[in-house]
């Protein structure tokens, strides 16, 4: 699963005069999230948005792996075979979780953990572990491990040392729930952005195709890849990062694609599958786009150097996005 790329992602304010535009920054999930409102009362709309970020923050204390007393916590230290009752923001997100996983064929799994851990010493320095230890790990990881029963909202391991992790989903699903907040605040132009990695609009603004919004290349902020009007569906970026590895968890072994972006009609699904099409060849990334018309796809192909970046592919509806490079 994928860590995140800051910085991919950026809104153009620059680019439009949008009036009552108001914006509020708050720290949460290991990302700044930011909520831009276009409302005549500016003092609404940031009641709207503080009441938003309390939500983010009792969804932050729920999916936490960091929180002894979150359901993550408390998944990832079950025995096999003893259900463990939920509370509904972790059970949906793991039943989400868990669909995006099937769908993807395994290239989406929140059960990464103890494959991460392969390739980290105890000092959380990188290794390079043996096949051996990928494969015990391999034994511990795969969303057929997770076993949910919807009447009971419980969840049972089918192996013991099953870890989750939300890192790869959870500020997609969180933004979809900001969002469902603000509407219940009757807030019908926004625009809310988890760490300019996941971006999720609420309607748009008036006399716009969309919200203006870049795309630069994960190997090279200089590099501008796209701009684009985003309307109707959320969009996400994954890439490496120095030091960081990806891991691919069918095989256990890290990525070399520089990064990719997703567009789906969730804040979730767009979070989970630029994580997924970091790791899905480009053949099946294309198939996956064709089969859900909601999905669209960037991918970034490794050229002659990782400083010059690389070919662009792209799959499903783009609408009038102006593309860079080729």
Not at 28 to 37: G, P, S, V
Not at 151 to 156: D, F, G, L, P, R
Request: charged share 25%; glycine share 8%.
């Amino acid at each position: 699963m994928a860590e995140q790329q800051p910085d991919t992602i950026s809104f153009e304010k620059g680019r439009c005069g949008i009036a009552n535009l108001s914006s509020f920054k708050h720290n949460a999930m290991a990302a700044m999230f930011e909520i831009f409102i276009i409302h005549r009362d500016a003092v609404y709309a940031e009641q709207a948005a503080w009441a938003a970020f309390e939500e983010l923050d009792r969804i932050e204390n729920n999916l936490s792996r960091f929180n002894d007393n979150s359901d993550v916590s408390r998944i990832n230290s079950l025995a096999a075979g003893q259900p463990l009752q939920l509370g509904p923001t972790a059970f949906e997100c793991l039943a989400t979780s868990i669909e995006l996983s099937i769908q993807t064929k395994g290239a989406f799994d929140i059960t990464i953990g103890p494959l991460y851990d392969c390739w980290l010493d105890k000092d959380r320095t990188p290794r390079k572990p043996s096949q051996k230890d990928i494969k015990v790990a391999l034994k511990k990881t795969g969303s057929n491990l997770l076993v949910l029963n919807e009447s009971e909202h419980a969840v049972t391991l089918r192996s013991d040392g099953v870890r989750i992790d939300f890192g790869a989903v959870g500020k997609g699903y969180a933004a979809d729930k900001i969002a469902q907040l603000l509407g219940e605040w009757g807030i019908k132009v926004a625009l809310i952005s988890a760490g300019q990695s996941t971006i999720l609009p609420v309607g748009v603004p008036d006399g716009l195709a969309g919200w203006p919004l870049s795309l630069s290349d994960p190997a090279d902020y200089s590099r501008l890849i796209a701009k684009i009007n985003l309307a109707g569906r959320a969009i996400s970026a994954s890439g490496l990062r120095k030091g960081q590895h990806i891991i691919n968890p069918r095989s256990g072994k890290p990525v070399t694609r520089p990064g990719a972006w997703s567009m789906a009609k969730t804040a979730a699904e767009a979070d989970a599958l630029s994580t997924a099409f970091m790791v899905m060849p480009a053949i099946a990334v294309e198939s996956f786009c064709e089969k859900h018309k909601d999905a669209s796809a960037l991918l970034v192909l490794l050229g002659k150097s990782k400083k010059t970046g690389g070919r662009i592919l792209r799959f499903g509806r783009w609408g009038r996005a102006k593309f860079y490079s080729k």
